[in-house]
């Protein structure tokens, strides 16, 4: 989401992460790199009332429940799930990139009875037991084989437990940004979007449009009482807001397009869907 040429560069520059089938072949060192970005980033994704609101009245999570959290990061839906629930809950996180991995054993270091973080491959990972919730949040997005990983988080669930998957849909994702500038132009990088991510999904990489199919895929795996619902978290970033704080805002949303940079605000409604069913 960058103006000119930097958008572009910006774009596709994300295919070095090389988003091949997820086996392993996804840049573990590119993640690394990007704790600072995720940190940023997750800190402007969620009111916190209606993360409470899913939780209590939409998902409707015992208070012991058992989570299991695919390419989780450093945690931080542990930080989220955790304080909302009973503590004889316990959270598993799971993913490749062992330095995230090792930032969320420092960040919940003291309560490592209950919160476990495995390094494995999402494909070749075999749990122990079954959970009573399966989540994952902006992962799904980055891979090709969805349905293969949508099967194992079910087959990961314990009989009457739910899987839940919070995921953008690019197009709207795109289309949820306005900018009080005088050089933007909400249609100028359209048909650039378009090659780009269906080039992706023809050469059988990301697909742009997976935060809208994940339910159907639900459905067909068998999951019971499919719903969707979608984040109502939006970003509204101004040079009102304090300097320190814009400037870090900006940084998390990755976006510049024109010389007035850094004078103008930003309105990005990202319409993460977040679809959840449950095991039979």
């Not at 959290?69 to 004889?88: I, N, Q, V």
């Not at 959270?91 to 420092?106: A, Q, S």
């Not at 669930?157 to 839940?164: C, F, P």
Request: glycine share 8%.
């Amino acid at each position: 989401r960058r103006g000119g040429g930097d958008y572009q560069k910006l774009y596709a520059g994300d295919s070095d992460i090389r988003f091949t089938e997820y086996g392993g072949k996804m840049d573990s060192a590119y993640w690394k790199e990007q704790k600072k970005y995720l940190q940023l980033t997750r800190k402007h994704m969620w009111n916190e009332d209606y993360f409470a609101f899913l939780v209590r009245s939409v998902w409707k999570l015992k208070p012991d429940a058992d989570i299991l959290d695919l390419g989780c990061g450093y945690g931080d839906l542990c930080a989220r799930l955790l304080p909302l629930l009973s503590e004889k809950s316990t959270y598993t996180g799971v993913d490749f990139c062992r330095e995230l991995l090792e930032e969320g054993r420092k960040r919940f270091g003291s309560d490592s009875d209950r919160i476990r973080f495995i390094e494995s491959d999402i494909n070749e990972f075999v749990p122990e037991r079954t959970f009573d919730v399966v989540i994952c949040q902006s992962f799904l997005r980055h891979i090709s084989n969805v349905e293969n990983i949508l099967k194992k988080m079910c087959d990961c669930a314990s009989d009457g437990g739910i899987v839940i998957c919070i995921e953008p849909d690019r197009r709207m994702e795109h289309a949820g940004v306005y900018q009080d500038d005088p050089g933007y132009d909400m249609f100028e990088y359209d048909d650039f979007l378009k090659e780009k991510w269906m080039n992706e999904f023809q050469k059988g990489e990301r697909d742009f449009r997976v935060g809208m199919k994940i339910p159907i895929y639900m459905e067909r795996l068998g999951l019971q009482n499919v719903g969707v619902r979608v984040n109502d978290y939006v970003e509204f970033i101004s040079p009102g807001q304090d300097g320190e704080q814009y400037i870090e805002h900006l940084e998390a949303f990755g976006e510049t397009t024109s010389e007035n940079d850094g004078k103008h605000s930003i309105v990005s409604a990202k319409c993460h869907l977040i679809s959840f069913g449950r095991k039979k």
